[in-house]
Nanobody, 115 residues
Framework: QVQLVESGGGLVQAGGSLRLSCAAS????????MGWYRQAPGKQRELVATITRNGDTNYADSVKGRFTISRDNAKNTVYLETNSLKPEDTAVYYCNAKGAITNSWGQGTQVTVSS
């Protein structure tokens, strides 16, 4: 079992930045893809960005050029650098980790962008 703990959310003005972190613990040796998803009020959870153990990344079109995902395998931590934030980025951001037999979610961290 994998436990994920997110941190770094908060309230920021439009155009600002936040750095989200997600620390993994437990049965982490088989983790391959880690990523961030978000869910705004009244909307479905959507993919923001993912990164494989080898560093291959994938981004939602809405965040390309503004968000950067990175991973520190030694620390079992994944980061999401969010820049040029917009009010429509407001959501609960969830960390996800997938392995051969694992699909774990964190508890979420709130990001609120004011206009």
């Amino acid at each position: 079992q994998v436990q994920l703990v997110e941190s770094g959310g908060g309230l920021v003005q439009a155009g600002g930045s936040l750095r989200l972190s997600c620390a993994a613990s437990g049965s982490i040796f088989n983790l391959n893809v880690m990523g961030w998803y978000r869910q705004a009020p009244g909307k479905q959870r959507e993919l923001v960005a993912t990164i494989t153990r080898n560093g291959d990344t994938n981004y939602a079109d809405s965040v390309k050029g503004r968000f950067t995902i990175s991973r520190d395998n030694a620390k079992n931590t994944v980061y999401l650098e969010t820049n040029s934030l917009k009010p429509e980025d407001t959501a609960v951001y969830y960390c996800n980790a997938k392995g051969a037999i694992t699909n774990s979610w964190g508890q979420g961290t709130q990001v609120t962008v004011s206009s």
